[in-house]
């Protein structure tokens, strides 16, 4: 639906103000409990080139098909069809209860319905950081976006696109043209969940889909199928549940047997599905693996295959196994030396250390950048410390190592409240493009969220002093 603007002709500093009020409060954590929002508020979304938004658009095509290409390696490497270090890799350090999970019949063909990158802005173009398929964002974007229409500003992906995109989602989950949907959030996600009470909300606000926002031990079983109880007593049978929760803590959610029964059984629907290897970050290091490049060209093409690999930065699995006397990393050089050993990286200065470190998946230092070590920002006791961690947890958790792209300079506008006026500040921007699967080979977008971090830090995450915003075009 296109913007009509409700409080028009504004300053830039009166349409902060208006952000400010109109942004519901608690879609993100805040820690200081006199603010309404953790983060700065731009008075406008951030826009982006004519080039970056064509780009942006054509990128999710590629995502889905590169999910397709990764499932249908993992399963074929699982049946000895193809190399076995595959779902060696992706099974690696998992119980025996997720791996077998992933492999049932029910779930094999199933990838997720919601696909997120962390696309870094560098003069170079994008850089995926990695991927998400449980993406937090939705809710505070979705909510952004509403806040600027009513400015008469619009975003890309249109000012309800991403509930309108999640309930296409939905309805190519479930089949169904109205489906009733519990979006299930756990006490390890419980930062989420108010973003995810705003999107159920706003879906049924919109008449897209009978969504609802539940804890795991509130989802009642029955042998017809799973329901939630109402305020007023009444029940409702469910088409579909949105797993807000992480796979490695699947064992500590209640009533997850009976969620993974009913899903099994065909009696409801459930996404993401629960395949782990769907969610390791050392995927990357399978696309750029060498003996695997005419399985990707034959499952991707070549155009997508090529562009992915642009897009994926340089990755390796941390592996501390010892290779034969003549083998080395492929790629991978020390000091302009080839690395045999990954203990070799510890000898490299500061200025050599352009990496990043961190858990693949399976972990809860896997999400939210709280396992994310970056090399030339560390001594070199505690760049060894990490390199040695990430060898000795390889059974528990693989680690990967990862080539780091710095972000380019932009100048980005903000509101200062204590002074309230507008000002700038120099920054590197972090772009994550909501793509939702509507079909076998379609995506919609729905937005992209824009951090703006400030030039000194590191990390572009949403942090209080960074601007998140959706984006626009120029």
Same mark, same amino acid.
């Given at each position: 639906?296109?913007?009509?603007?409700?409080?028009?002709?504004? $300053?830039?500093?009166?349409?902060?103000?208006?952000?400010?009020?109109?942004?519901?409060?608690?879609?993100?954590?805040?820690?200081?409990?006199?603010?309404?929002?953790?983060?700065?508020?731009?008075?406008?979304?951030?826009?982006?080139?004519?080039?970056?938004?064509?780009?942006?658009? $054509?990128?999710?095509?590629?995502?889905?098909?590169?999910?397709?290409?990764?499932?249908?390696?993992?399963?074929?490497?699982?049946?000895?069809?193809?190399?076995?270090?595959?779902?060696?890799?992706?099974?690696?350090?998992?119980?025996?209860?997720?791996?077998?999970?992933?492999?049932?019949?029910?779930?094999?063909?199933?990838?997720?319905? @919601?696909?997120?990158?962390?696309?870094?802005?560098?003069?170079?173009?994008?850089?995926?950081?990695?991927?998400?398929?449980?993406?937090?964002?939705?809710?505070?974007?979705?909510?952004?976006?509403?806040?600027?229409?009513?400015?008469?500003?619009?975003?890309?992906?249109?000012? +309800?696109?991403?509930?309108?995109?999640?309930?296409?989602?939905?309805?190519?989950?479930?089949?169904?043209?109205?489906?009733?949907?519990?979006?299930?959030?756990?006490?390890?996600?419980?930062?989420?969940?108010?973003?995810?009470?705003?999107?159920?909300?706003?879906?049924?606000?919109?008449?897209?889909?009978?969504?609802?926002?539940?804890?795991?031990?509130? @989802?009642?079983?029955?042998?017809?199928?799973?329901?939630?109880?109402?305020?007023?007593?009444?029940?409702?049978?469910?088409?579909?549940?949105?797993?807000?929760?992480?796979?490695?803590?699947?064992?500590?959610?209640?009533?997850? &047997?009976?969620?993974?029964?009913?899903?099994?059984?065909?009696?409801?629907?459930?996404?993401?599905?629960?395949?782990?290897?769907?969610?390791?970050?050392?995927?990357?290091?399978?696309?750029?693996?060498?003996?695997?490049?005419?399985?990707?060209?034959? =499952?991707?093409?070549?155009?997508?295959? &090529?562009?992915?690999?642009?897009?994926?930065?340089?990755?390796?699995?941390? +592996?501390?196994?010892?290779?034969?006397?003549?083998?080395?990393?492929?790629?991978?050089?020390?000091?302009?030396?080839?690395?045999?050993?990954?203990?070799?990286?510890?000898?490299?200065?500061?200025?050599?250390?352009?990496?990043? @470190?961190?858990?693949?998946?399976?972990?809860?230092?896997?999400?939210?950048?709280?396992?994310?070590?970056?090399? +030339?920002?560390? $001594?070199?006791?505690?760049?060894?410390?990490?390199?040695?961690?990430?060898?000795?947890?390889? =059974?528990?958790?693989?680690?990967?190592?990862?080539?780091?792209?710095?972000?380019?300079?932009?100048?980005? $506008?903000?509101?200062?409240?204590?002074?309230?006026?507008?000002?700038?500040?120099?920054?590197? @921007?972090?772009?994550?493009?909501?793509?939702?699967?509507?079909? &076998?080979?379609?995506?919609?977008?729905?937005?992209?969220?824009?951090?703006?971090?400030?030039?000194?830090?590191?990390?572009?995450?949403?942090?209080?002093?960074?601007?998140?915003?959706?984006?626009?075009?120029?």
């Amino acid at each position: 639906m296109p913007c009509t603007a409700t409080v028009p002709n504004l $300053t830039a500093r009166e349409q902060a103000h208006h952000l400010y009020e109109a942004i519901p409060p608690g879609l993100f954590r805040v820690q200081d409990q006199n603010e309404r929002i953790a983060w700065r508020v731009s008075p406008e979304p951030f826009a982006l080139s004519e080039r970056q938004t064509r780009e942006i658009e $054509t990128l999710g095509a590629d995502l889905l098909r590169f999910y397709r290409a990764l499932n249908n390696l993992y399963n074929r490497s699982a049946r000895g069809t193809a190399p076995a270090f595959v779902a060696e890799y992706l099974d690696h350090g998992k119980p025996q209860q997720i791996v077998k999970l992933a492999r049932q019949n029910r779930f094999k063909q199933e990838i997720p319905g @919601v696909i997120r990158p962390d696309l870094i802005v560098t003069s170079e173009g994008f850089v995926a950081t990695e991927l998400d398929s449980i993406p937090g964002g939705m809710g505070f974007l979705g909510a952004m976006t509403e806040a600027y229409c009513q400015l008469g500003i619009e975003s890309v992906g249109g000012n +309800d696109g991403i509930p309108r995109g999640f309930a296409e989602m939905l309805r190519h989950v479930t089949r169904a043209e109205h489906p009733t949907v519990a979006l299930v959030v756990s006490d390890e996600s419980a930062d989420y969940r108010s973003e995810m009470a705003w999107l159920a909300d706003t879906l049924r606000r919109l008449q897209l889909a009978d969504a609802w926002l539940r804890r795991p031990d509130e @989802v009642l079983f029955t042998e017809d199928g799973l329901f939630i109880r109402h305020d007023d007593g009444r029940e409702a049978r469910l088409d579909a549940i949105y797993r807000n929760f992480e796979l490695f803590d699947l064992f500590n959610i209640p009533k997850q &047997e009976l969620m993974l029964y009913a899903a099994r059984h065909n009696r409801v629907k459930i996404t993401p599905p629960p395949k782990a290897h769907l969610e390791e970050k050392l995927a990357f290091a399978l696309l750029h693996h060498h003996a695997l490049a005419p399985l990707w060209h034959a =499952d991707l093409g070549d155009e997508s295959f &090529e562009r992915l690999q642009r897009l994926f930065p340089k990755t390796w699995i941390i +592996d501390p196994r010892p290779l034969p006397p003549q083998g080395t990393i492929a790629g991978l050089q020390a000091g302009g030396a080839p690395v045999a050993d990954f203990r070799q990286l510890t000898a490299l200065p500061k200025s050599e250390r352009a990496y990043v @470190v961190k858990p693949s998946g399976f972990s809860e230092l896997a999400w939210g950048s709280r396992g994310v070590k970056i090399g +030339d920002d560390l $001594t070199r006791d505690e760049w060894t410390a990490v390199i040695e961690n990430a060898l000795g947890s390889y =059974d528990r958790t693989p680690w990967i190592l990862q080539r780091f792209h710095k972000g380019k300079l932009v100048r980005q $506008t903000y509101f200062d409240r204590e002074r309230d006026e507008i000002r700038e500040y120099d920054g590197r @921007v972090r772009l994550c493009p909501y793509y939702f699967v509507t079909g &076998e080979e379609s995506v919609r977008l729905g937005g992209v969220l824009a951090t703006i971090a400030p030039a000194d830090k590191k990390l572009i995450h949403g942090m209080t002093d960074a601007v998140m915003t959706s984006s626009m075009r120029a």
